[in-house]
């Protein structure tokens, strides 16, 4: 009975997706940051939880497509630099991550082969670079 009312609600609204969950990440960091130094980033904090709830529960599913992408058009680079760092981070006994001095290509070498001849895959530019 009580599921099936909130199916009832639920059907038709747009539902959670990456910037939600983006936008309540957000909101709770505001709300620590409140608690510690400053009391109305609360209201940030707020802001941003109902912003989020008025999305998920949104019937205006084309509207908040267009906001998710252009939020993508932001988040992407930036999670896909994030993966990197992580990456490197976790690698970084094993290899070298530099670029191209051409055209700015990421490459990668196993460290501890001193001093290497590397040709870039892309632009095949060929440069020396110690590992
Ligand atoms: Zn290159």
Do not use: H
Request: hydrophobic residues 40%.
């Amino acid at each position: 009975m009580l599921l099936q009312k909130l199916q009832q609600f639920l059907y038709g609204r747009y539902g959670s997706d990456k910037l939600s969950l983006f936008l309540l990440v957000v909101g709770l960091l505001f709300s620590l940051l409140g608690r510690l130094f400053f009391w109305p980033l609360f209201l940030i904090a707020d802001v941003l939880y109902f912003y989020a709830l008025f999305r998920i529960l949104s019937r205006n599913i084309p509207a908040r497509q267009r906001e998710y992408s252009a939020f993508l058009k932001v988040w992407n680079p930036i999670e896909g630099w994030l993966r990197l760092q992580k990456r490197k981070w976790k690698e970084r006994g094993q290899y070298k991550y530099f670029k191209c001095p051409s055209c700015r290509q990421r490459l990668r070498a196993p460290r501890g082969r001193g001093k290497i001849q590397v040709t870039c895959q892309r632009c095949k530019t060929v440069f020396l670079k110690k590992t």
